[in-house]
């Protein structure tokens, strides 16, 4: 009923007035009371739960202590997953959505989701978001009847489920959303270059702005509000983005298995706050490879670096290891008027390379390296190849300007010389130098994520597989030989 008086162009800007006004009412709640509300879902949820194979298995009872149980990943739920049966799960198998992550290895994982978590989450944070994305710091600048790009991959991924769930005809409450979602990467690309005086905010990757968008434009655009999902290469752009697009760029944290669990910081750019309505956010630093004791929301701090535990509320997901590392910005927002801790995107903890058992390196580490040198990319990746008894990892990296080639191998080697021990060791103990960098030649990336599938194209950075890096040299390849822009 809502939905279709919201249809009416004068009721539509009348409720969208008043929704305004109340935005944020639910992250003003203290953030307390908000665990503390959790605990009646959680005790629904384990009532439900324990009747089933997957709660028999984790050792759930009505009264369980979450943090009494085991942590879980992927790999414990791949067997239900993978040939789910009614008694394993909560609900009815027809409730749930089968849905796909877009996954960088060339291989994709199936995850079954209840079609209601989804709804719950569309309902009560899909709203903020959008509020977080249209907001200039001092109001919401959304008007009834915007135009929202959103450059993101189709059902079954779980962008593309949400986006069908909740749209009709293209719309979303208040929003029309372009361009058609099941048009190709390239296609979707082509129509913000054509459209981007029509648009009034967009949700993007930043490697697509960078090095498809802004290249073609070249003159600045005016939008109301930008949400940027990778993270890494978004923070090193921020400047570059938020001068090009008249807006301070956002982000927030989703993934397939917490569904859509943040909305975006307005205070701190690139920051996000989890929801306690979407589940329980359990933490551990991430000193240690192996898990320890667990925090909540409540208790991180500042500055520290944290890996997510998720417990879904409302679906089987109960203590999920995300491998995913968040660092803590902030205690509360001004803007939004919430005491909830806001995060920053860290790096996955599973993406790491070890060199000869000796030393491991992440991407927030190869980040990090590359802003100190001046590498200013488009993007990299790295395989770990075996020669003559040394290991080496090799780095290919394609710069948005050509000139930066005098950067070198050896320069990154020094780096790692200088401010890591192992790696200084590892350097020492075999007498070689064990960084290799190739250079990629203009447009390689560009043409590989044309390509590629998922939720949103991507890069994996570390670790690439064999048929990935394949892909990646043909698109080298097509515009000109590897080999002739190798610089060492």
């Known amino acids: 009923m809502l939905e279709r008086l919201i249809e009416n162009p004068t009721l539509g800007k009348f409720i969208l007035e008043r929704l305004k006004t109340n935005a944020f009412d639910s992250f003003e709640i203290p953030l307390s009371k908000a665990i503390e509300n959790q605990t009646g879902a959680l005790t629904h949820k384990f009532e439900h739960l324990e009747k089933t194979t997957i709660g028999k298995k984790l050792g759930i009872h009505k009264k369980t202590d979450l943090k009494d149980l085991p942590y879980t990943d992927y790999a414990f739920y791949e067997p239900f997953y993978e040939n789910p049966t009614q008694d394993a799960f909560i609900y009815p ?6 849905l796909k992550t877009s996954g960088t290895t060339g291989r994709n994982k199936t995850i079954l989701v209840p079609r209601r978590a989804m709804q719950k989450a569309l309902r009560e944070t899909a709203l903020p978001v959008v509020f977080a994305l249209f907001h200039d710091d001092k109001k919401i600048t959304l008007q009834y009847g915007d135009t929202f790009y959103l450059n993101m991959g189709p059902a079954p991924y779980i962008s593309g489920s949400m986006f069908n769930m909740g749209s009709k005809n293209k719309r979303a409450p208040f929003l029309k959303l372009v361009p058609n979602i099941n048009i190709t990467y390239k296609e979707k690309v082509d129509y913000f270059i054509l459209n981007h005086r029509k648009i009034d905010a967009a949700w993007i990757m930043a490697s697509t702005l960078i090095t498809q968008i802004m290249p073609k434009l070249k003159e600045p655009i005016n939008l109301k509000g930008i949400i940027v999902m990778d993270d890494l290469i978004a923070k090193t752009h921020k400047d570059d983005i938020a001068k090009f697009t008249g807006t301070s760029p956002k982000t927030c944290f989703s993934s397939t298995e917490t569904i859509s669990p943040t909305i975006p910081s307005v205070q701190h750019s690139m920051g996000f706050i989890f929801d306690p ?102 993007d990299f990746t790295t395989k770990l190849n075996m020669e003559q008894g040394r290991e080496y990892l090799y780095i290919y990296a394609e710069v948005i300007d050509q000139n930066q080639n005098r950067i070198t191998e050896e320069n990154i080697h020094r780096y790692f010389y200088a401010k890591n021990p192992d790696y200084k060791l590892l350097s020492d103990s075999f007498t070689y130098r064990p960084i290799r960098l190739r250079f990629l030649p203009q447009g390689t990336f560009v043409n590989y994520l044309e390509n590629r599938k998922g939720a949103f194209p991507k890069i994996c950075r570390i670790g690439i597989s064999d048929y990935e890096l394949e892909q990646l040299c043909s698109s080298a390849e097509n515009n000109t030989n590897i080999g002739s822009k190798t610089h060492t």
């Open 93 to 98: 198998l027809e409730e749930y959505a089968t």
């Open 277 to 378: 309505r979407r589940g329980i956010f359990e933490f551990t630093t991430c000193e240690n490879e192996q898990i320890d004791k667990t925090i909540g929301l409540e208790q991180v701090e500042v500055g520290k670096v944290y890996r997510l535990i998720y417990t879904d509320l409302i679906g089987e997901i109960t203590r999920y290891d995300t491998a995913n590392a968040f660092k803590c910005i902030a205690k509360g927002d001004n803007i939004i008027n919430t005491d909830y801790p806001v995060f920053e995107y860290n790096s996955r903890l599973d993406s790491t390379i070890s060199i000869m058992n000796f030393t491991r390196m992440g991407e927030a580490e190869l980040f990090e390296a590359f802003h100190i040198l001046g590498l200013n990319f488009v």
